[in-house]
């Protein structure tokens, strides 16, 4: 019998896209935490942030902004694992004669894509808010951070749904991973002037490196060097994904 | 004498220090429906889920269709179907789509997986609703589809594990009547468990009986009731156990072991 490789893949790919798609809920759900993030910090503390001099801060705060839409949405579309199991789907999957590896792939890609589609969706808000990319030619390597960021999160997300049970660790996962990823990033504040203890624990952040890569290609100015943040992200997710992968082997139903 | 499809040898599972399956052997020959009779908790699904490559066994050999389940569990897998006591269905996915999936995963090629949609919704009566989302059918329903699913890449061997359990007698009633169908149309050999005697005696051309993790009678439903003496299967359990399967169904001990195998089999 023929064995197309990418097909089982491709349709797990499909599934992710279909079923979010499908949940309209969901999607205007996933938007309100960044646009109230925007929103409120963006013109709560942005007059005090420009007295300080540090500009425009709805200019500094958006990728920051469209970072976490695309970590809560890919973190979250990866933990959906947990419903799989919840709802039997899980069993179809592992007695498919397909590999674990390529399971993941496939659920990785399309929470991945569902991620992406999300921070896109958030970018445009920003847009609305009255954000302005300085440069327009650089918007492809701002999406290439946008597909950096979601891998790695939907990773994280992938390998905490393997482990779990059941949902009711969720809020342990929000507040123990989710947030502290977010907040001790690049995404709220500049680096530069943080005490010592939070800068190196903001430098250790993933994150960090994805937000600074999105705000680099969509300002124009780097904190940590272009180079550096797409070797970390790529490094990041690649690791990140084996342990998923791994985690997601051990699973059993 | 025919050839067995599935083969188990001296086959263990234990959990921690409970045995949830104490050296089973049995052999299924092609072609036939094979009932796995036993109370709730005397290791029918933990058998099926070692026999479906889920879970690993502790000993002992085991052949799917010639392949051993844990050297080489993508043959295995390929030539069988399952449908889970549980459903196992994406409910956000129409019943069209969920046979795609299926498809896809098991490589049928598209013409191939075209043409075995259609044949399959139309033999368990859902191509008019292919259409429609997994979430508005009932229960009876799904575990129709289910069976249509399983068989979409044209498995020599249908695992079915507690196939009844939770529908109504109506609809129990159904799926025993289309299983022989099945079972001739499709060419396949039928393994399910079931706690129902009447299941059992209905439809299984062979019978081996579970209790507490050991196999203590296999054979037709004609060969055990002459062994035992007894004029039902019913009597036939008795004979061989020496309770009623109704009995131990509701005895605290064996809810528990049932739940500690529930916990034990999800870490």
């Not at chain 1, 800068?199 to 550096?228: H, K, M």
């Amino acid at each position: 019998m023929a064995r197309p490789p990418v097909s089982a893949v491709y349709i797990l790919w499909l599934r992710q896209l279909k079923r979010y798609i499908r949940s309209r809920a969901r999607i205007i759900g996933a938007l309100g935490q960044p646009t109230l993030f925007l929103l409120a910090l963006g013109f709560g503390i942005g007059p005090t942030f420009a007295r300080a001099g540090g500009g425009d801060y709805v200019q500094f705060l958006a990728p920051g902004i469209v970072t976490m839409g695309i970590l809560f949405t890919a973190v979250f579309t990866g933990i959906e694992i947990i419903w799989d199991r919840q709802f039997g789907f899980l069993k179809e999957m592992l007695v498919a004669p397909v590999s674990r590896l390529k399971i993941v792939l496939g659920r990785t890609l399309g929470s991945a894509t569902v991620a992406l589609i999300q921070g896109s969706i958030v970018f445009l808000v920003c847009l609305a808010a009255g954000f302005r990319p300085a440069h327009p030619l650089l918007l492809p390597l701002a999406l290439l951070f946008m597909a950096l960021i979601a891998i790695m999160c939907t990773a994280i997300g992938t390998a905490v749904g393997s482990v779990l049970q059941d949902m009711q660790g969720f809020p342990l996962i929000m507040n123990f991973i989710v947030l502290p990823l977010f907040f001790f990033s690049t995404a709220l504040f500049p680096v530069p002037d943080l005490p010592g203890a939070v800068r190196l624990v903001v430098r250790l952040n993933p994150l960090s490196y994805g937000v600074d890569g999105l705000r680099g290609a969509l300002s124009g100015s780097f904190a940590f060097g272009a180079a550096t943040d797409f070797a970390v992200l790529c490094g990041l997710a690649a690791i990140l994904l084996v342990i998923g992968a791994h985690l997601f082997s051990k699973i059993e139903v | 004498m025919m050839t067995a499809i599935i083969e188990a040898r001296d086959l263990v599972k234990r959990f921690d220090r409970f045995t949830a399956v104490d050296h089973i052997s049995f052999a299924v020959p092609e072609g036939v429906i094979f009932g796995f009779l036993g109370p709730n908790g005397a290791g029918k699904t933990t058998t099926i889920k070692m026999l479906t490559t889920v879970l690993a066994p502790s000993e002992g050999q085991l052949a799917i269709a010639g392949h051993d389940p844990v050297r080489e569990p993508l043959l295995a897998r390929r030539a069988f179907g399952i449908v889970f006591q549980d459903p196992s269905l994406d409910d956000q996915l129409t019943a069209a789509e969920n046979m795609e999936l299926h498809g896809v995963l098991y490589g049928v090629p598209r013409v191939e997986r075209r043409e075995r949609d259609e044949a399959m919704l139309r033999f368990v009566g859902l191509w008019e609703r292919r259409d429609d989302y997994v979430k508005r059918f009932s229960g009876g329903i799904k575990r129709r589809l289910e069976i249509a699913r399983a068989l979409q890449h044209q498995p020599r061997i249908l695992f079915l594990d507690e196939p009844t359990s939770g529908l109504d007698p109506q609809t129990r009633n159904q799926i025993w009547e289309f299983i022989p169908e099945l079972c001739r149309d499709q060419q396949v050999t039928v393994f399910f468990t079931t706690h129902y005697m009447e299941e059992a005696e209905r439809v299984a051309d062979q019978i081996a009986v579970i209790d507490h993790g050991r196999i203590v009678a296999q054979g037709t439903v004609a060969a055990l009731r002459q062994q035992t003496g007894g004029r039902t299967l019913e009597d036939a359990f008795i004979a061989l156990t020496g309770h009623s399967i109704r009995e131990v169904e509701a005895a605290p001990i064996d809810r528990m072991r049932r739940m500690r195998q529930v916990w034990l089999g999800r870490r």
